[in-house]
C-alpha cells in the first residue's frame, strides 16, 4: 500500500507540474528535411499538425522538439508538449519550447518507391527516344530523399529539385538545362513540357507514370536497378 502511495504522490507530482497554458499537440513530421531560411540558412524540418495527414499540406519546422531522434526515409506522427519559455529569450529565438511527449506511428515513406534511376520509354506520341549523338537510351535519376533530379533530355542534361512529393503528388521544379546546340529539339522540348505540367505520378510494375493536373499521361519510364 505504502508504495502504491508513493507511486500516486509521484504522478500527482508531476501533472502538478504542468503549466495550464502548456498544450499537447499531434503533429505529422516528413520523412525528409529541406532547406530554409531562419536566421540563416538551415535545413528544416517539414510537419503538419493535426490528426489527419493532408497531401501538400507540409511547412517549415525552424526549431527543435526536445527528445525526438529524426531519421530521414519514415513519416512520423507524434505528440508534442507545447509550452513557454522562461526569460530571458534571446531576440531571434522562439518564444516556445517543443518536447516530445510520444511517437505514435514511424512508417517507412511510400514516395521513396520513386528514388530509382529510369529509362524514357515514351512522352508524348514519341516512343524509346535516344541521344541523337551516341543513340543512348534517356535516363532519369530521381531521389526522393534529397527531393532532386537529374536526367538526358537528348543532347542536353537537366538537373533541379523536388518541389512537392508524396505517394502520388509530384512536382518538378524547374530545371538547369546545358546549351549545346542541337539540330532537332523535338524530344528535349517534349520532356520539358512533360517534367513542367507533372503533378502527380503512378508506380506499377517497375515503370513510372507521369501525369498532368487532369491525371493524363504525360511521360512513362521503365526502372533500370
Do not use: H
Request: proline letters at 4%; hydrophobic letters at 40%.
Amino acid at each position: 500500500m505504502k508504495i502504491y502511495l508513493v507511486i500516486i504522490g509521484l504522478l500527482l507530482s508531476i501533472l502538478g507540474c504542468e503549466k495550464e497554458d502548456d498544450q499537447i499537440e499531434s503533429w505529422w513530421i516528413n520523412s525528409a528535411k529541406k532547406d530554409c531560411v531562419g536566421v540563416g540558412p538551415m535545413s528544416c524540418l517539414q510537419i503538419q499538425k493535426g490528426e489527419t495527414l493532408e497531401p501538400g499540406g507540409w511547412q517549415f519546422f525552424y526549431d527543435q522538439i526536445q527528445g525526438f531522434e529524426y531519421e530521414a526515409g519514415y513519416i512520423y506522427q507524434v505528440l508534442v508538449k507545447v509550452s513557454d519559455k522562461a526569460e530571458p529569450i534571446p531576440a531571434d529565438a522562439s518564444s516556445k519550447k517543443y518536447e516530445l511527449v510520444k511517437v505514435i506511428s514511424k512508417e517507412v515513406d511510400p514516395s521513396l518507391r520513386i528514388t530509382n534511376i529510369w529509362k524514357v520509354i515514351q512522352v508524348g506520341e514519341i516512343e524509346n527516344p535516344t541521344n541523337p549523338n551516341s543513340k543512348d537510351p534517356l535516363l532519369f535519376e530521381i531521389k526522393a530523399s534529397e527531393r532532386s533530379y537529374s536526367g538526358s533530355l537528348g543532347c542536353n542534361s537537366i538537373s533541379g529539385t523536388i518541389l512537392d512529393l508524396d505517394a502520388a503528388i509530384l512536382t518538378f521544379g524547374p530545371g538547369a538545362v546545358t546549351e549545346m546546340a542541337c539540330a532537332d529539339m523535338t524530344v528535349e522540348n517534349a520532356i520539358l513540357q512533360a517534367i513542367t505540367a507533372t503533378k502527380s505520378y503512378q508506380i506499377a510494375e517497375n515503370q513510372l507514370t507521369l501525369l498532368d493536373e487532369k491525371g493524363a499521361e504525360l511521360m512513362l519510364l521503365q526502372a533500370v536497378d
